[in-house]
């Protein structure tokens, strides 16, 4: 294979190298996938691959293969290994269970002690389309990701569509930013592409800092050239001829399978000067963040980029009109880019027909807490959070009552148990006075303290402050100290009217996104579990029993 | 004529380093942030003699290099332990119980986050998400990251560090 992918390609040879790996692939009765997603790698799934392939070595056996793949969603049971074409999912596998695996792949029995069942809700419930590589393929390589329709959608828009039509298609799709705003996507590219100017730039945002959100280092370390391919179709569409992927340096693995991923497309022009024989250019470069939540925000994104501190700057102008180095620029999230060639694929009805209303597609989600699958999953929106929860999720474990689900990160909100029903869309979740945010979904249960919880946010936002504007800076602080005598039981009713009308103050006046949505974990515990807040100031009593007065007043007094 | 690898002492190597990186972003000041991660994985931290030499190199003032060293988390002015304990803050860890873990190390070793013992050992550092969830409450310890933490064990992991 590897001969055919030293030089430039045409739009024929996507489909010839697809037909080859189908052909290689069918050379071997079984292949034996294994998780190389940052989840189960920390979990030493490296090893578990090289026990499988030195077994395989030891028994001389030609008719199967390992693979290493991406993430397969389930990663509180890692390291996951699946054997297809049977799809025998296996869980926490290690290193001494390879001869079982090998053995039973020969003998054609699972091992029984190992398996997975994959005939549950976790499995069943979800619709994978931002994921539907993820877990198939090798993310390391090129021929992996063009056996599965890698860059065909790029070949298909740069010879038969004009940029007009694939915004058009973007628009009817109803794809909206999956960063967490929600804004139309089709009406940002045709802005973008109506701007004037030399020069123009694509960004893609795979700066995650919600933290308890991994859903873009997942698409990233799994399937990073559907993001790619994602970026360049932008690229065309809003006559961009560059373009900066803006990443964690938190992300190691995600970085390098980007690096790798950039370099094997560069060296057929997948990406590059002339790409796919066409007169299209467009070079994609990686930036790596620098440990700044703000650096979320579109417009300190842009001054990271340009080398300078992560601040914002008011808008307008947009970044649609006036980003990076002054020129009209697209950012959008990794998510979103992902969402691309699957609907230039299957065609923006085929989307469309996906989700709610005003909320199109899937979403991701990144289940993390007191639950009992955590992991990596994708819905379709309108998806009511008890199914997310109770089915998908498994329920909270330990015997405990499911409190609370956290979206949105610092930014989002607390939604109680009353609200169990709604369904998860941009509009449902805002009007809960949370959001969807990047996809972290974080399950708390009677054991979490709200007003702890809210603090815990407000002392995130304080410290990830950039410092520019007033509101944000100072009032993230009064709340935090507000927050702290309460939970110290240190606080009085009119502390409490206080942090009340701090919330909206914030709320209003806030240059940024950080600032405007800082109040969000604090305002909507305060209005669903103000029971809690009036037992730390009126009874000095948690109900949670997470937090200590009497140890406090010592200190204090000391 | 140039020095071959074998005699570059191990300060000119890093500059070496440093100087590749500058270059290859082409001496525009927009590299600072990817030069300052080349001066830190070479050096551990970001030393003043770099900060300079960067600053002047890359036509930049030196308050400004300074401005963006300090601005964000990934940077540290200060040298490091032998061995690095960064604990997860992020929101799952949270809600499993890092703060435990935080108050533990910091009791035992009377080092607060972003400090090192006195005798160099550990560093205690906070992260605000690993981004491994499913493992929470979790940690790196020097390049592994390690899940499913008690303070117990934790403690057990740096006190191993003791001993070596």
């Known amino acids: ?558 | 004529m140039t020095k071959s690898a074998s005699v570059l002492t191990a300060d000119e190597k890093r500059r070496r380093m440093i100087v590749a990186t500058m270059r290859k972003n082409g001496y525009t000041p927009d590299a600072l942030i990817e030069t300052l991660h080349t001066v830190q994985s070479a050096y551990g931290y970001l030393d003043a003699p770099s900060l300079r030499f960067v600053a002047q190199e890359l036509h930049v003032p030196l308050s400004k290099v300074y401005g963006v060293a300090t601005f964000y988390h990934a940077f540290t002015l200060k040298p490091e332990g032998k061995h690095r304990c960064i604990l997860c803050l992020g929101t799952a860890c949270y809600i499993k119980g890092s703060q435990g873990l935080l108050r533990a190390v910091s009791k035992a070793y009377h080092i607060a986050p972003g400090e090192t013992t006195e005798d160099g050992e550990i560093s205690l550092l906070t992260a605000r998400c690993l981004g491994s969830c499913s493992l929470a409450p979790a940690a790196i310890m020097d390049e592994d990251v390690v899940g499913n933490l008690t303070p117990e064990r934790t403690l057990a992991v740096l006190e191993g560090w003791k001993q070596s």
């Open chain 1, 1 to 558: 294979m590897i001969q055919h992918l030293n030089q430039p390609l045409t739009p024929e040879d996507l489909p010839r190298i697809a037909e080859a790996e189908h052909a290689a692939d069918s050379a071997y009765e079984h292949t034996i996938h294994v998780c190389m997603a940052a989840g189960c790698l920390s979990q030493h799934s490296d090893q578990v691959k090289q026990g499988l392939e030195q077994q395989i070595k030891e028994r001389g056996l030609t008719h199967c293969r390992v693979k290493g793949v991406g993430c397969m969603g389930l990663c509180s049971a890692g390291p996951l290994v699946s054997v297809r074409p049977q799809e025998t999912l296996y869980q926490a596998v290690k290193r001494e269970d390879a001869p079982a695996i090998i053995e039973s792949v020969s003998s054609g029995a699972p091992a029984t002690h190992l398996v997975c069942s994959t005939d549950r809700p976790f499995f069943t419930h979800q619709t994978k389309i931002v994921l539907a590589n993820s877990g198939e393929i090798d993310p390391e390589r090129l021929e992996d990701a063009i056996a599965v329709g890698g860059y065909q959608q790029l070949a298909y828009v740069l010879n038969e569509l004009t940029s007009t039509q694939v915004i058009d298609q973007i628009t009817r799709s109803g794809l909206r930013g999956r960063g967490g705003a929600g804004y139309p996507t089709g009406l940002k590219w045709g802005t973008v592409a109506k701007a004037s100017g030399p020069h123009k730039f694509v960004i893609c945002n795979a700066d995650e800092g919600d933290p308890g959100a991994f859903m873009d280092r997942s698409v990233l370390e799994s399937d990073p050239h559907r993001v790619l391919e994602g970026m360049a179709i932008a690229a065309y569409a809003v006559g961009a001829n560059e373009g900066y992927i803006y990443i964690r340096a938190e992300y190691p693995l995600a970085i390098q399978r980007l690096k790798t991923a950039i370099r094997q497309a560069e060296r057929v022009q997948l990406l590059g000067n002339s790409i796919l024989g066409t007169s299209f250019n467009f070079h994609i470069h990686l930036r790596l963040g620098a440990g700044a939540f703000v650096c979320g925000e579109e417009t300190a994104l842009i001054a990271s980029i340009e080398g300078k501190r992560g601040q914002p700057r008011p808008r307008p102008p947009f970044p649609a009109a006036s980003g990076l180095w002054g020129a009209p620029t697209l950012i959008n999230n990794v998510e979103t880019y992902a969402n691309i060639a699957p609907i230039i694929g299957n065609g923006p009805e085929w989307f469309a027909n996906i989700g709610t209303k005003r909320s199109k597609g899937t979403k991701v989600f990144a289940l993390a807490g007191k639950i009992a699958n955590t992991g990596l999953i994708e819905v379709p929106m309108g998806t009511p959070l008890r199914t997310i929860i109770h089915e998908i999720g498994g329920g909270i474990p330990g015997g405990q009552r499911f409190k609370a689900a956290q979206t949105g990160g610092p930014s989002g909100g607390c939604i109680p148990a009353e609200y169990l029903d709604t369904p998860v869309d941009y509009e449902s979740l805002t009007a809960l006075g949370s959001i969807m945010g990047s996809g972290g979904l974080i399950v708390m249960d009677e054991q979490s303290c709200m007003v702890d919880v809210a603090r815990f946010f407000m002392e995130f936002c304080m410290s990830e402050s950039c410092g520019k504007c007033v509101p944000c800076r100072v009032g993230t602080a009064e709340m935090y100290e507000l927050l702290s005598r309460i939970v110290q039981g240190r606080a009085s009713m009119g502390d409490m009217e206080l942090l009340q009308e701090l919330c909206e103050t914030v709320k209003y006046t806030s240059l940024c996104g950080l600032g405007q949505a800082a109040p969000n974990p604090v305002l909507s515990t305060m209005k669903y579990f103000r029971d809690e807040y009036l037992a730390h100031i009126t009874e000095h009593r948690c109900p949670a029993g997470q937090c200590q007065f009497e140890a406090v007043a010592q200190e204090v007094q000391l």
